[in-house]
């Protein structure tokens, strides 16, 4: 049944929002529409202040990518992985993390909200895995956030001559009996970014910038100064005799797997979408300039230190200071640092500003409470959700020493990235087109039947256009005893049938692309399974990919850059091989977190899946939704605007 079940279902719901049982699958893949905040929620909250500039978002992803990452991982990587070919793997993942910033790029113009990859995969994919998106990058971004502000700690100790030498006030101290290490440093810091944070977005940004800045001019010392003692000592680091390529090519595509750490954060920038100033132009150019930055930069770095030190005699803890010191630059050591220090304040930034962004989105939709969706009035930043944040890391920042934890951050990360490639695939080939509305709304429709001299009737689940869509198919309309999709209420009913087939066998290849892609990933990494079930397992994946490929690359596609009500924009070049690389690469990555991280995150995803089950499952702004095509939704809201008034 369709729209007028679903309608049925909403007018029977209990008062407290429990559905029958298929509903209740059906919550898992309801799927909301780009302006769905409007058209649902009658919305009378306040918008976030549109004050961000294209320089304010290459701050905010410079500052929020660059970290410890490159300040440590270039030592164990050179070290154990990829010798003097360090710089190659730092391209390589670059690139990697381009084809998810390609991803993003589109995305973040044709849809652009706070909520970032959790909105856009509600809107393609559905509910459920929108939530699991969003939860995982609550995950994420709050221990991501507690384990850089306790690493700030032991540098900043280094200005005072060690630990020891800290203010008591500022040092760790173990509380006797329970063990525990506590922190006051990294708390405080913690909450000097909540501050700053409850400001303003622009106050946040400039302060986002000057602390940005200091860290690259830290690395352009590094590489200026690196250079030059290179270019006067020979290079000992490229003279070794095992060449290049130590530990050959699959060690330097290890490295790049280790690296690609080191590009994390970049998708920052998307969540203040709602805060910038014109958002199709300046998201794109944002996330492009500012992950070619952090690319030339890690690229240039690692050219000098692999020089300057042969790879085996690198220190793994402290590479840059150590290379310095090697050739008798103790005074380096401070700028280097200064540098580290500068990193990780802007990177703690980067990891507590998206978070209140995604709770809002969230709550926005009902998946969480509406404390999360209040919009201070003096400062026009969701200032609740954001003391929330800063009060949760601070706390686990003073109390827990989370870098155990720190594999579960690439989670929320690499997860979002995925489904964000995901997504483009699906918009380009079965463009959602449901629109939500509020059962209130439903006592319109009839009249605007009449109105169309349509009939909104059961629709036909034989006919649905996606697998996703299926629970939804009151999509479809009899008009006149013709099938209607939305998208195609132009053409010969042989053009729409034609149209309902192609997005059908689209909606299967993509399916088909994820399915051979996790079958050829987990295959290829999961080393414990006999070599002759790998194989067979990484060639049916491949086949199946292979194949979905070929079919889509054959299909007709929206361009990606006249939909939702605006055109221009950036469109993801090359759909739909890039998008599937992406999903190939950060499955991968994925997969090789290890089973002992897998079984820490399931244990916070078995909790969410509670808590939406408890929670946002009954109060989602679609639960009392019912489906129309969205060439009608408007007519209907006009329609309706005047029995609501
Ligand atoms: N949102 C995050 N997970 N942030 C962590 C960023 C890590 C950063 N790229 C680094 O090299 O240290």
Not at 150 to 157: C, D, F, Y
Not at 158 to 172: H, K, S
Not at 249 to 268: E, K, L, W
Request: glycine content about 10%.
């Amino acid at each position: 049944m369709g729209l007028i079940k679903t309608c049925e279902n909403s007018s029977n719901s209990n008062g407290d929002g429990s559905k029958s049982g298929s509903w209740r699958m059906g919550s898992l893949i309801r799927k909301k529409q780009v302006d769905s905040v409007h058209i649902t929620r009658r919305d009378t909250h306040l918008q976030l202040a549109k004050k961000l500039s294209v320089f304010d978002l290459i701050a905010i992803g410079v500052g929020a990518t660059i970290g410890a990452g490159v300040y440590i991982l270039v030592g164990t990587v050179a070290r154990e992985h990829a010798g003097p070919a360090l710089t190659m793997s730092f391209l390589i993942a670059g690139i990697a993390a381009a084809l998810s910033a390609f991803c993003y790029a589109e995305l973040a113009c044709r849809c652009p909200s706070a909520g970032s990859a959790y909105h856009y995969t509600y809107i393609c994919i559905g509910e459920g895995v929108a939530w699991l998106v969003g939860w995982a990058l609550i995950l994420e971004y709050t221990i991501g956030g507690a384990a850089v502000a306790r690493g700030i700690t032991p540098n900043l100790a280094l200005f005072f001559g060690g630990e020891d030498n800290l203010p008591t006030f500022l040092a760790r101290h173990t509380i006797p009996v329970v063990g525990i290490v506590v922190d006051p440093c990294a708390a405080l810091l913690v909450i000097i970014v909540t501050v700053l944070l409850c400001i303003g977005i622009k106050e946040s940004s400039s302060a986002q910038m000057v602390v940005t800045t200091i860290n690259i001019g830290a690395l352009l010392f590094i590489i200026t100064a690196g250079g030059y003692l290179g270019f006067k000592t020979g290079w000992a680091g490229y003279k070794i005799q095992s060449g290049y390529f130590p530990f050959g090519i699959n060690g330097m595509f290890a490295g790049s797997a280790i690296v690609f750490f080191s590009y994390i954060g970049f998708d920052s920038v998307t969540s203040t979408a709602e805060e910038v100033k014109h958002p199709q132009r300046d998201l794109p150019l944002g996330i492009a300039i500012a992950l070619s930055i952090c690319c030339i930069l890690y690229m240039l770095v690692s050219v000098v230190i692999v020089g300057l030190v042969p790879y085996n005699a690198m220190d793994p803890d402290t590479p840059i200071s150590s290379a310095f010191s090697s050739y008798g630059v103790q005074w380096a050591v401070y700028i280097i640092t200064i540098g580290a220090v500068t990193a990780l304040f802007a990177s703690l930034l980067g990891s507590i500003l998206p978070q209140p962004r995604i709770l809002m989105a969230m709550a926005r939709d009902g998946l969480l409470p509406s404390f999360f969706s209040d919009i201070n009035k003096n400062t026009l930043v969701p200032v609740k959700g954001t003391v929330a944040t800063g009060i949760f890391a601070a706390a686990l920042a003073f109390f827990m020493d989370v870098s155990q934890l720190a594999g579960m951050v690439s989670v929320g990360t690499l997860l979002a990235f995925t489904t964000v490639a995901a997504s483009v695939l699906i918009l380009r080939y079965v463009p959602p087109d449901e629109m939500p509305l509020p059962s209130s709304l439903q006592g319109s429709i009839d009249s605007v039947s009449l109105q169309f001299g349509c009939n909104i009737a059961e629709s036909d689940s034989r006919i649905s256009g996606s697998p996703g869509s299926c629970e939804t198919d009151g999509q479809f309309l009899h008009v006149k005893g013709e099938i209607h999709h939305p998208l195609i209420l132009g053409g010969t009913a042989l053009e729409k049938r034609s149209e309902l087939t192609r997005r059908k066998i689209a909606a299967w290849a993509i399916t088909f692309v994820c399915l051979g892609i996790l079958a050829f990933a987990s295959a290829a990494s999961v080393e414990v399974l006999p070599s002759i079930l790998r194989l067979s397992f990484c060639g049916v994946g491949g086949a199946l990919l292979l194949c979905s490929l070929i079919v889509l690359a054959r299909m007709k596609q929206d361009n990606g850059r006249h939909s939702f009500g605006h055109t221009g924009g950036f469109a993801c070049p090359f759909v739909p091989f890039l998008p599937a690389a992406c999903i190939f690469i950060n499955t991968y990555l994925l997969i090789d977190l290890g089973a002992a991280t897998w079984i820490r995150v399931s244990v916070w995803l078995v909790i969410g899946a509670l808590v939406y089950a408890l929670y946002g499952r009954k109060h989602s702004s679609l639960s009392d939704a019912v489906y129309v095509p969205s060439a009608y939704a408007n007519e209907i809201y006009l329609h309706s605007s005047g029995s609501l008034a």
